[in-house]
């Protein structure tokens, strides 16, 4: 488990916002974006993944409807609401500034 | 309880049944994209891919929990959800729930039973429009008059001028109440209770005929008028429901009266039984008998004005009252009161202690039932903990555990509703005749209401700190403890021993209670009323004035009658008299004593309870004479008037000196004769056995100062009493075929009937006392066999090192009777504070009798040491080795 890093706490709702940007995704399709976007780093655990999607559906950044996969199977698709971009950018804006802030830390001397 | 937990799964199944299926879809077909992806990218077998998917995946249904969790709080979802676990897990200990919830319905049932009533009789407005507003008037004497009566009738001037003078009432209405006999028709006579009306009554109470019109004030000129309204039961029962009544006339005391209205059912006042209601013809203009007390007042509040605002404006006219008529209203005045208490004034502290002593009872089943749940999450410690390691958080532990005692609560509440039913029947059956408003009592919304209350606040009390205390599971400890018997439970056995010792407290109080109801009852029935009841046959009888107008007829009646009853086979001796111990108190009445002054104003009145008898009357009722003779045959119309005395008028206005041969005269008596005392009898019970002896004085009906209206006659018999009926009503037939025997019963049953009060809070005193001690009882042995349970390897070291059985049943016991010991002692102080409140109901008896609190104390730690024998006989009986083994 080496090759793959932890999520922060609080990351998730940013990947999982993310990665619906493309368009609407399954749930498996969800943790799939994330893995091959991070190529294989980022790893999001199923038990974290549904209950993120049910709390970010409860808050109105997402919404769920059951449609058909591409493999023709009834499948639950999340697609970002309005409120949800915004939250993105606020998110994003908040990453950048904590990463950024950490980079700084770790290049001083 | 199997189909209350499907159908409550049903309920939640339905509300979870979407979410919960779209999420084990969700999940599986991640679980299935997975295991393709594994097959695709690494080549996997598809069997090897869906294991490794799975590994993957981890505990389904831990992360459904953690999706749950995440979702909002669903709360009707969980509740349900817990029910249904909590049925089922009550499923699997039956003897638990049973107890529980037949304690919990015991509690709850009693409590729903009594408030049932207390709501009917105490609660409910009186049915009148307005009701609140509604009061009524009685004449009041000071207590040193020696006619001291809480409720003493008006004369008609005292009504005309508090009607004229006061401001604070809209309506005054006066009335008087009458037996009348009925003798239309080819019905039998029937005798019947009836009203004499002023044209306002009906006007004031706010009600309205059902069937033509109610009495006005043109119905009532002086002298009155020939209509009457008739009552709907005696419309139904005696004239059929005829609907063409109106404008028939009726005969009442041998005289016709005119339909006007008939009352729609349920109205009845003065009294229950009241049917007949006819003019009563005052004349405001004669305001001369000021002294003539037989008038009832009802008034109505005008808009605006309260009760004590109009007992303010009553004062004040009375003590202008005083100036104007020293001689009459010193000493003597009218006094107001709502309605309301009038009719149930007598049994409200009695309803108030029977529903705090239920109460008392249902606290003890909460904190019984708290004990058991204690008990049984101590054993279930293993199963708490394991939901708690399984990510069950606290908050939801605790949530759990209150639905269950919600689940125990509700079946016990449901339960105690079938309960609270039967108990109201019987407590009406018990208390019939005590109880006024009876009809009112009914098992309403509002009683159910009441009930559901109670189970929840029920469920609250009992499972509050079994939940608390189950929610603190701290789930290594338990598992690894794994059951052992060690000592984690330390403070729950704590709390029971509270619990338990509360128990043993609130028990003692209400045992107090009734051991001091059952000792007053006592000393009530050792009181001698002065006659001997027993085969003594009554048979009641009124003279209707229309065939017996004048006194001669009258008397040369009663005397035939005497003699032919006499006749009558096993009859030892006949008599009678215008009132009735224990049954009829004669009234009260002035009198003067020949040679002595009037007694001035505010001086206690020469009075006595004045009674018209036939001769024998002490040797039928088994009277003692104190000295002289009773009435003979002899001492008839023609001869010289004679009277005798009772004991207390003796004393009390012939100090030490014999009444016989002083001549009295009654105040009513129109001829103003003299009457030489003959005889001194003894005392006799009047108004009831808990009543002070009264002054009275006899007169013979065969010499009256008026002609009473009803006669008793009394019949010593040998053998049945009640076989001589037939016999008796056929004597009186033969004499006149229109004459009812208005009521014929034994004296020993209407002895019985006087006691009905103070035997129905006796009873139900008495039956709340058996099932706390019993609760109490139960509880001691659940704690004390659930301690031998715990400490069977400990009991058994000690045996094996060498403790005698002795020592060791002593050791059980002495841990419960320590609870008993606390309890009781907390018990009598509780007693000490609250048994006062009864006092009202005690007879002879102080509501802190020692002899009886120390009974209640001996009871109490009898049945506690009982309730402790059967574990301790148990732990003297474990064998040491296998105690020992058992871990």
Redesign the interface.
């Known amino acids: 488990m080496t090759d793959r890093a932890d999520l922060l706490q609080g990351t998730l709702d940013l990947l999982i916002l993310k990665s619906l940007v493309a368009g609407p995704v399954h749930g498996w399709g969800i943790s799939k974006r994330i893995r091959q976007l991070s190529e294989g780093v980022l790893e999001v655990g199923q038990g974290s993944l549904y209950p993120a999607l049910y709390r970010l559906a409860d808050r109105g950044w997402v919404t769920a409807e059951w449609g058909e996969s591409a493999g023709g199977r009834r499948a639950k698709f999340y697609t970002l609401t309005a409120v949800g971009r915004r939250r993105l950018e606020e998110e994003r804006a908040s990453w950048r500034l904590f990463s950024g802030a950490v980079e700084q830390v770790l290049e001083a001397t | 309880m199997k189909w209350l937990g499907r159908s409550l799964r049903r309920i939640a199944g339905l509300l979870r049944r979407a979410p919960e299926r779209?999420?084990d879809?969700?999940?599986r077909?991640?679980l299935?994209?997975?295991a393709e992806?594994l097959v695709r990218t690494r080549g996997l077998a598809p069997e090897e891919a869906r294991r490794q998917a799975a590994i993957?995946?981890?505990g389904v249904e831990?992360?459904k929990e953690?999706?749950r969790?995440?979702?909002?709080v669903r709360p009707l979802e969980d509740l349900l959800r817990d029910a249904s676990h909590g049925v089922r897990s009550l499923r699997r200990s039956p003897g638990f729930a049973a107890v529980a919830v037949l304690t919990l319905a015991l509690g709850i049932g009693g409590t729903a039973a009594i408030f049932s009533v207390v709501r009917g009789v105490l609660l409910r407005p009186l049915r009148y429009p307005q009701a609140e507003s509604l009061v009524t008037v009685w004449s009041r004497f000071l207590p040193e008059s020696g006619f001291d009566f809480p409720t003493f009738p008006v004369a008609p001037p005292e009504f005309w001028d508090y009607r004229e003078e006061n401001r604070s009432l809209a309506e005054l209405a006066a009335f008087s109440t009458v037996g009348v006999t009925l003798t239309d028709g080819e019905a039998e006579p029937q005798r019947v209770q009836g009203a004499m009306v002023t044209g306002n009554f009906f006007h004031t109470l706010g009600v309205d005929a059902a069937l033509g019109r109610v009495l006005g004030p043109g119905d009532d000129p002086p002298g009155g008028s020939r209509r009457v309204v008739l009552g709907d039961g005696l419309w139904r029962t005696r004239y059929g429901s005829d609907p063409d009544i109106l404008g028939r006339s009726v005969i009442v005391d041998g005289e016709g009266f005119e339909v006007v209205g008939v009352m729609p059912p349920g109205f009845a006042y003065p009294s229950g039984e009241t049917v007949v209601w006819g003019p009563i013809g005052l004349d405001p203009a004669n305001r001369s008998n000021r002294g003539a007390h037989f008038l009832q007042l009802v008034g109505r509040l005008a808009p605006g004005v309260s009760l004590s605002e109009a007992r303010a404006e009553l004062g004040t006219l009375m003590s202008i009252w005083e100036s104007e008529y020293p001689e009459i209203h010193t000493g003597h005045f009218l006094v107001l009161n709502s309605m309301m208490d009038d009719v149930v004034g007598s049994v409200r502290g009695t309803l108030w202690v029977l529903l705090g002593a239920v109460g008392f009872v249902l606290l003890i089943a909460c904190a019984n039932v708290a004990s058991l749940m204690l008990g049984r999450n101590e054993a279930r410690r293993q199963e708490l903990a394991v939901r708690v390691a399984l990510g069950a958080g606290r908050r939801r532990l605790i949530q759990q555990l209150l639905t269950d005692s919600l689940v125990l609560a509700l079946a016990g509440g449901a339960l105690g509703v079938a309960l609270a039913w039967a108990g109201m029947r019987a407590i009406l059956s018990l208390g019939a005749g005590t109880i006024p408003r009876a009809d009112a009592v009914a098992l309403d919304g509002a009683v159910l209401l009441f009930a559901l209350g109670v189970t929840l606040l029920t469920a609250l009390l009992f499972g509050l700190a079994p939940a608390l205390r189950g929610g603190a599971q701290s789930p290594g400890a338990a598992i690894r403890e794994g059951g052992r018997g060690g000592t984690g439970g330390r403070g729950g056995t704590r709390l029971r021993s509270g619990l338990i010792v509360a128990e043993v407290a609130l028990a003692v109080v209400l045992v107090a209670g009734a051991g001091l109801m059952i000792r007053s009852f006592e000393r009530l029935t050792a009181v001698d009323a002065g006659f001997r009841p027993e085969g003594l046959l009554m048979a009641q009888l009124a003279l209707p004035s229309r065939d017996y107008g004048d006194i001669a007829s009258v008397a040369a009646f009663h005397s035939q009658l005497a003699t032919r009853l006499g006749a009558l086979p096993g009859v030892v001796s006949v008599s009678g008299a215008s009132d009735l111990p224990l049954y009829e108190a004669p009234p009260n009445v002035d009198f003067e004593i020949e040679g002595m002054p009037p007694t001035g104003p505010g001086q206690p009145a020469r009075s006595g309870d004045l009674v018209f008898a036939l001769p024998d009357y002490p040797a039928t009722m088994g009277i003692r004479m104190v000295e002289g003779r009773f009435f003979t045959p002899s001492d008839d119309v023609e001869a010289p008037r004679v009277a005798v005395v009772n004991r207390t008028a003796a004393r009390m206005f012939w100090d030490e000196r014999s009444p016989i041969g002083s001549r009295i005269r009654t105040a009513g008596d129109p001829d103003r004769a003299w009457s030489t005392v003959i005889g001194v009898i003894e005392d006799v019970k009047w108004a009831g056995l808990d009543a002070e002896h009264r002054q009275a004085y006899y007169m013979p009906v065969a010499q009256p100062a008026w002609r009473p209206s009803t006669l008793y006659y009394t019949l010593r018999v040998a053998g049945d009493p009640l076989a001589l009926g037939p016999a008796v009503r056929r004597s009186v037939a033969e004499m006149d075929r229109r004459l009812p025997v208005i009521r014929l019963s034994e004296m020993d049953a209407l002895v019985e009937e006087s006691l009905a009060r103070p035997r129905f809070v006796m009873v139900l005193l008495t039956l709340f006392g058996a099932v706390a001690l019993s609760l109490g009882a139960i509880g001691i042995y659940g704690v004390v066999s659930y301690a031998v349970t715990r400490r069977r390897r400990e009991l058994g070291i000690r045996m094996a090192l060498g403790a005698g059985r002795g020592s060791t049943a002593g050791l059980v016991l002495a841990q419960g009777m320590r609870l008993a010991l606390v309890g009781v002692g907390l018990g009598l102080v509780v007693a000490f504070a609250t048994t006062r409140l009864m006092a009202g109901l005690l007879y002879g008896v102080s509501p802190t009798d020692p002899l009886t609190l120390a009974a209640v104390c001996g009871v109490l730690l009898a049945a506690a040491a009982g309730a402790c024998w059967i574990p301790a006989r148990r732990a003297v009986r474990l064998d040491p080795v296998a105690a020992l083994r058992i871990e």
């Open positions: 779209e999420m879809e969700e999940m077909l991640h299935e994209m997975e992806e993957a995946f981890g831990h992360y953690a999706v969790e995440a979702r909002p």
